[in-house]
């Protein structure tokens, strides 16, 4: 009877450990953390990656995710300067190569996420009948580009244009370079130029322009990634934030800002 007494006491006993245990969260798979991480992200990933920091906030309490944008350019800088960075989410994931050359980049941690694809813009009813990237060196056609020195988009452009043969053409129509592409639409919401190269998430349900997709075989399509940083101050919660934003949750939200996921996750 003692024996069964005390089988029973202890089987209690260890009960009240394991649920102690997991209430303290030390046996979760999913603990919440918390503290604030630094996220560098490109410029045109901006509207995704507002509502994934919102989302991923509201589902941690506790967590704080600081977004810095910028186009490649000023991300690298920033990465060279700043040890406070946790993780990059540049808007081509090449740039990653650069800044695992140097160290920045915890190489393990390098996920690719959705695909950025270029594609023209051009008014709304497209009065000046732009078709393709051939169109964009007709006389008289106005055209803007992002910078190719320090954005992704203004870099896959130029390649675009060299492969096309039409590079000289097209520049002696391109009357404005801006240092992000998020800033080339209002120059063509205000007729200022006839058409734009900018990525499809950018004209995703803008009702005040037209787009103009470009062959697969002529374009050139990058891939939006993320990356831990080698000093990232709370890998904790940047792995947290890492595996949101490529989860089936994260994917959505990027979907819904006009993002295509790439397949290989």
């Known amino acids: 009877m003692i024996t069964k007494k005390l089988a029973v006491i202890l089987l209690l006993i260890i009960l009240i450990l394991m649920c102690t245990i997991y209430v303290t969260g030390f046996c979760r798979d999913n603990p919440k953390s918390s503290g604030s991480i630094t996220v560098l992200a490109g410029t045109g990933t901006m509207l995704a990656m507002n509502d994934l920091k919102q989302n991923f906030e509201k589902e941690n309490p506790g967590a704080t ?13 920033k990465l060279n300067t700043d040890k406070n960075v946790d993780a990059v989410v540049p808007g081509d994931i090449n740039f990653m190569e650069n800044a695992k050359n140097k160290g920045f980049i915890d190489n393990k941690t390098v996920h690719s996420i959705v695909y950025h694809i270029p ?13 393709s990237i051939a169109d964009l060196s007709k006389p008289n056609i106005k055209v803007g580009l992002a910078d190719k020195n320090s954005t992704a988009v203004g870099k896959l452009s130029i390649k675009m244009l060299n492969k096309s043969g039409l590079t000289d053409k097209v520049n002696s129509n391109v009357v404005v370079y801006t240092t992000t592409v998020n800033q080339l639409i209002p120059y063509l919401v205000s ?6 190269i900018i990525t499809e998430d950018l004209a995703y349900n803008n009702s005040k322009i037209d787009v103009v997709e470009i062959p697969k075989s002529e374009n050139e399509i990058a891939t939006i990634g993320i990356g831990i940083t080698s000093f990232a101050n709370n890998k904790e919660l940047t792995k947290k934030f890492e595996k949101f934003i490529i989860s089936n949750e994260g994917m959505n939200i990027w979907q819904n800002h006009g993002f295509k996921p790439v397949t290989n996750l």
């Open 119 to 131: 594609i023209i813009a051009v008014e709304k009813g497209n009065p000046k009948k732009i078709t």
């Open 191 to 196: 007729n200022k130029v006839d058409a734009i």
């Open 65 to 77: 995710v600081n977004i810095q944008y910028g186009n490649s350019g000023e991300l690298f800088a």
